[in-house]
């Protein structure tokens, strides 16, 4: 079993930063994969960037490549997740999630959630 926390949300207005964290403790796989996730009201959670525990080789989603980067201290067993020139359409629950087998294909491999820290931004 793998626990997350997520922190670092909060309100921010369109253009600024934040940068998310997210510590993992218990049993982490040497081949999960960690994945950042959101959901705005009204809409289905999708997944925003994920990466291999141990080796990396990050994926972005097209709406947020070039802006977001996540990465991660393994020293630490956290995974992070810069957000930059934030766009009011960010706005949502942002979910650290792992999948323990390491399959990273789609939102059903991840077994593993956190409570999830808002992310607020204004226009």
């Known amino acids: 079993q793998v626990q997350l926390v997520e922190s670092g949300g909060g309100l921010v207005q369109a253009g600024g930063s934040l940068r998310l964290s997210c510590a993992a403790s218990g049993n982490i796989p040497s081949g999960a994969c960690i994945g950042w996730f959101r959901q705005a009201p009204g809409k289905e959670r999708e997944e925003v960037a994920d990466l291999y525990f141990l080796s990396g080789n990050p994926w972005y989603a097209d709406s947020v490549k070039g802006r977001f980067t996540i990465s991660r201290d393994n020293a630490k067993n956290s995974v992070y997740l810069q957000m930059n020139s934030l766009k009011p359409e960010d706005t949502g629950l942002y979910y650290c999630?792992?999948?323990?087998?390491?399959?990273?294909?789609?939102?059903?491999?991840?077994?593993?959630w956190g409570q999830g820290t808002q992310v607020t931004v204004s226009s």
């Open positions: 999630a792992a999948d323990r087998a390491g399959y990273c294909r789609r939102e059903d491999d991840f077994d593993s």
